[in-house]
């Protein structure tokens, strides 16, 4: 079996603050997790992705990820917040030969100027 | 490269009536889904597809239909459309390799009046 949880559905920073978005997973087996981002009227788009090799996971526009098994935690951050980063994110988990990935509920990233 | 195709991308219906969504994908992948997306739920899981010819139920199937009569498509049906229906519907393809990201489609934006 497998869940996850976003502890947030909302996340509001200004621009250039530090970016948290947590995520905390139940899995039976070794994990396969993933952040998607979404903006607005468009499709989930990859942001980064942990396959079991090293920990901390960097991904595109300067996000990044660390797979903590001790916590069963995959927290998203980003040092400096800019308002392009403003949508929704949405931490997934895949075990094993499981088909079917879990999606967490989503937050939503505000960035004020 | 497309990568996923939905079509239409919005459509209104009356109560009642029928469509079919399409969804087309060009990167070869095995596996397929349909997904709709509400305020605060997140996506959930309607039908998916491990490989042509084959179609499976997932979280919330009633009132749909799939078939996946080609690799490259999947189509998603509602025989008598509901207002229960309205929502925003993402298709969603990845390949056979464990645990491999989805790739997704734009959405289609669906009102039942």
């Known amino acids: 079996a497998q869940s996850v949880t976003q502890l947030d559905s909302h996340v509001s920073v200004s621009e250039g603050t530090p970016v948290l978005l947590r995520c905390n997973y139940s899995s039976s087996y070794s994990p396969s997790l993933f952040w998607y981002v979404q903006h607005p009227n468009k499709g989930l788009q990859l942001l980064l992705k942990?396959?079991?090799?090293?920990?901390l996971v960097k991904g595109i526009n300067g996000f990044e990820a660390e797979f903590k098994k001790s916590e069963t935690s995959f927290h998203l951050t980003k040092p400096s917040a800019h308002m392009s980063d403003a949508a929704e994110y949405f931490c997934v988990v895949s075990t094993g030969g499981s088909y079917i990935p879990t999606f967490g509920r989503g937050t939503s990233l505000i960035v004020h100027p | 490269n497309a990568g996923v195709t939905q079509t239409p991308k919005f459509r209104v219906l009356k109560t009642g009536q029928s469509m079919t969504l399409l969804c087309a994908q060009d990167?070869?992948?095995?596996?397929m889904y349909w997904y709709r997306q509400d305020p605060g739920m997140g996506l959930r899981l309607i039908h998916y597809?491990?490989?042509?010819?084959?179609?499976a139920k997932g979280e919330v199937p009633d009132g749909y239909n799939v078939s996946r009569l080609k690799k490259q498509n999947f189509l998603l049906g509602l025989e008598s459309a509901a207002p229960s229906q309205t929502s925003v519907y993402f298709c969603?393809?990845?390949?056979?390799?464990?645990?491999?990201?989805?790739?997704f489609g734009d959405g289609t934006r669906l009102s039942i009046l």
């Open positions: 942990y396959t079991s090799a090293a920990t």
């Open positions: 969603a393809s990845s390949s056979m390799t464990r645990n491999q990201p989805q790739h």
């Open positions: 597809s491990v490989g042509e010819g084959t179609t």
């Open positions: 990167m070869n992948h095995e596996y």
